[in-house]
Structure formats: structure tokens, C-alpha cells
């Protein structure tokens, strides 16, 4: 079990990351955490594995404190950074040998636990590539077989996802899927907002390094809300202020999203023909996590 108890840090005087942040995740649940990029995330997820010390509160890893009993804490920690760094000129099983040996493991041993690790998450045929070799997706599933080193059961994805193929985004989704199966922990924070609503029990959102919300998937989806998602080839900055009567907008790239619509589609179709807009899609859609966040931030400001 992961217990973030309210865990603060400032970086100067003008930037405070995280302000009296706390929440759970509990054993055999998989928690998102969302928020947007410099929201506090990573600043919370680096704290809680112990490589970053707090300005005031505690995380407790399993009923240990990561600030005053690091060491045990630590042990029941599996963590996968967002962009792992490793000795580039080293052979990849020879460095996992290499931090095995902060775990008290021999040689042997783990030469042996690191060419089961390393089958495990993809790397089998890897073992002798130097590890500057690797790309990103090799370097976090590298990193994911050096988490598992210590058999862990609390684990910490940080934007695990961000610049993976849709198999290395497969892979990790079902590997989240399967710890929680074995009644681990698992922190999930990731911007892929679809993958998290995909995988989590409870969503934890932080903005401007607070938490401004705790939802379950069911809560989320009870505020779902219909609506129209309208992708146009000639977008501009009018078009927000065009269809702000019709409903709540919102624009993304050549995309528009009009939630809770007050008229029909048809109207809105005509609307945008009349004044010269390109209309390549126009959908019908329900709101979803994405959707959710933006509406929790737009009220907090």
C-alpha cells in the first residue's frame, strides 16, 4: 500500500510544486494520476520513491516511512521513471547484475533472476546489447525488469507511456493490469488520459501541484455527458466564439467538442457551412476523462 501523507516541496520561492498533497493506493488497485504537464506528478512520484526529499510530510510504503526508514521502504518499491538513465556503455544484463548487488544478490543469482526478467518484459534476445543500444521502449522495459528486482509489490509508472509504440503502450497496460490481479499497488500517472481511464479503479487529479479531485471510473462515467466532435480543415480562432451558444466548447487542433448541445446537430452543420468552414467529421460522442479533467480545472481556475 502507498500512503502519500501531505507531502509538500518548493523548488524557490516563487515555485511550489506540491502543496499538502495526499492520497492512497491501496493493494490490489491500479490509481491514475492526472494532471498536466508541471501539474506536480513526476515531483510527487520521485518523493514517494525516495529519491527526492520532501519539504514537510511522509510517504508510507507498505507501513514504512520513505523519510526516516528509507531503506525498508525502498524494498517494496518498483519504480519506472519517465526517462530511465543508465550507463550507456555497459551490456544490459551485466548492469542488471551490477544493481542487483545493492539487494544483497550474488552473481550468479542474479545473472540467473536477470535472464528471467529480461525474457520477461521483451528483452530476451537483448542480453549482450550495450544499453546505448536500447531505444526508449527498450530502455523502460529495461527498467521495469530492474523494478522487479526485489519482487515488489507497490509500483510507480511515471508517464510510462509517453513515446511508446501502441505495442510498448499494450505491454504496459496489461502488465499494470496483471499486478493488480496479484494484489499489488500500482501509481499510474500518464497525459494518454484514454490508457488511464482504459486500466484504473480511481483517478486522482492534481492541478498547480494540489489535488483537486478523487473519482472512481464509475463516478467519471456518471458524468458523462453527450456530445458533438466536429474535426474542420480550415479551423481558426473564430470558431470557438461562433458556437459558444450552442453548447460548452472546447477546441483542439482542427477538432471541436461541443458538450451538453442545446440544438440539433443539423444546426450546427449549417452554421459552419454558412460561414465558410470545411466540415470533414462531425460525430456523435460522450464525454470522458479528458473531458471530465478539463471541466474539474476550468472550475478551480
Known amino acids: 500500500m502507498i500512503e502519500i501523507r501531505s507531502i509538500s516541496k518548493t523548488f524557490s520561492k516563487r515555485i511550489k510544486a506540491l502543496d499538502n498533497v495526499s492520497f492512497d493506493v491501496r493493494n490490489g488497485e491500479i490509481v491514475g494520476y492526472v494532471g498536466l504537464n508541471g501539474a506536480g506528478k513526476t515531483t510527487t512520484i520521485r518523493i514517494a520513491v525516495g529519491v527526492l526529499p520532501p519539504d514537510s510530510g511522509d510517504v508510507l510504503i507498505n507501513g514504512y516511512s520513505i523519510v526516516r526508514d528509507k531503506r525498508r521502504a525502498s524494498m517494496h518499491i518498483g519504480w519506472v521513471p519517465e526517462l530511465p538513465i543508465f550507463e550507456p556503455d555497459v551490456k544490459a544484463l551485466d548492469y542488471f547484475v551490477y544493481l542487483a548487488g545493492y539487494y544483497g544478490i550474488s552473481s550468479g543469482e542474479a545473472r540467473s533472476l536477470g535472464r528471467k526478467l529480461l525474457e520477461e518484459v521483451g528483452l530476451g534476445g537483448s542480453y549482450n546489447l550495450k544499453l546505448k543500444e536500447f531505444s526508449m521502449g527498450m530502455k523502460k522495459r529495461f527498467a521495469l525488469a530492474v523494478s522487479m528486482i526485489n519482487n515488489p509489490d507497490n509500483f510507480l509508472f511515471d508517464e510510462v507511456l509517453n513515446g511508446l509504440d501502441p505495442q510498448g503502450i499494450a505491454f504496459f497496460r496489461n502488465l499494470a493490469l496483471r499486478f493488480r490481479r496479484e494484489?499489488?499497488?500500482?501509481?499510474?500517472?500518464?497525459?494518454?488520459?484514454?490508457?488511464?481511464?482504459?486500466?484504473?479503479?480511481?483517478?486522482?487529479?492534481i492541478h498547480k501541484g494540489r489535488i483537486v479531485r478523487e473519482m472512481s471510473i464509475d463516478e467519471i462515467k456518471s458524468m458523462a455527458k453527450p456530445a458533438f466532435k466536429i474535426r474542420i480543415s480550415n479551423m481558426d480562432e473564430r470558431v470557438e466564439d461562433l458556437l459558444k451558444d450552442y453548447g460548452r466548447v472546447r477546441v483542439e487542433d482542427h477538432t471541436v467538442f461541443i458538450e451538453e448541445p442545446r440544438v440539433e446537430a443539423s444546426k450546427i452543420t449549417k452554421i459552419l457551412i454558412e460561414n465558410g468552414y470545411e466540415v470533414e467529421e462531425f460525430s456523435r460522442a460522450t464525454s470522458n476523462l479528458e473531458d471530465v479533467f478539463f471541466r474539474i480545472i476550468g472550475e478551480r481556475g
Open 183 to 205: 494484489g499489488c499497488a500500482v501509481l499510474f500517472s500518464s497525459h494518454i488520459l484514454s490508457e488511464v481511464e482504459g486500466i484504473a479503479d480511481r483517478v486522482v487529479f
